[in-house]
């Protein structure tokens, strides 16, 4: 896998107690890990105490994941392993790459709510148009309706416009191009 998702936990306690584990974990990459407890056990090695000062968690830092809607203090990393372990973004770069898209246009909560009701089908509904504008997305379902015009006629046509229009129902611009989300 390419694409990678690390976090570094922390613990309130440590946090506060301004202790040598106040700046959290080692970064943990989460495709290394098959479940919750295997996290946890690599936690103890590192010298947490899940179970007295370090039982309140946090993630502290994470890359691979851009949602700047989310306040990541509170967000338990377990539930976010969970929700990633669960939609497949942790096994399937392609996965992953959806939902870095769909996170520019929504939040991670939306993201969460969708694997609760799909599992790792959470993304039928989702596609994506890599390298499209509004001019290539309007050409793109312009031509999927079969519409027949003149060929020297389409030059009269605002594709982007009406690109634009349908993004306004069911579509968003995103760092590398076009996400239709019709869930």
């Not at 390419?2 to 974990?25: D, F, M, P, R």
């Not at 030059?155 to 076009?178: N, P, R, T, V």
Request: glycine share 8%; net charge negative; aromatic share 16%.
């Amino acid at each position: 896998m390419t694409n990678q998702i690390n976090i570094v936990i922390g613990s309130w306690g440590s946090y506060n107690a301004c202790n040598e584990k106040s700046l959290g974990s080692e970064w943990l990459n989460l495709s290394d890990f098959e479940t919750w407890e295997e996290i946890e056990q690599e936690l103890k090695k590192q010298g947490f105490d899940l179970k007295g000062i370090d039982e309140e968690l946090f993630i502290q830092d994470i890359e691979g994941i851009n949602d700047e809607s989310n306040n990541w203090d509170f967000t338990h990393p377990k539930k976010l392993f969970e929700t990633l372990k669960e939609s497949g973004v942790l096994d399937d770069d392609y996965q992953l790459e959806v939902m870095q898209a769909y996170l520019e246009c929504r939040s991670l909560s939306d993201f969460e709510e969708l694997v609760e009701q799909n599992g790792s089908n959470w993304n039928d509904d989702i596609y994506l148009y890599k390298g499209y504008d509004w001019y290539d997305f309007g050409k793109e379902n312009y031509d999927a309706c079969g519409y027949k015009v003149p060929e020297q006629l389409e030059q009269f046509i605002d594709f982007e416009a009406y690109g634009k229009y349908l993004g306004d129902y069911y579509a968003h611009e995103y760092s590398e191009g076009i996400i239709e989300i019709c869930a």
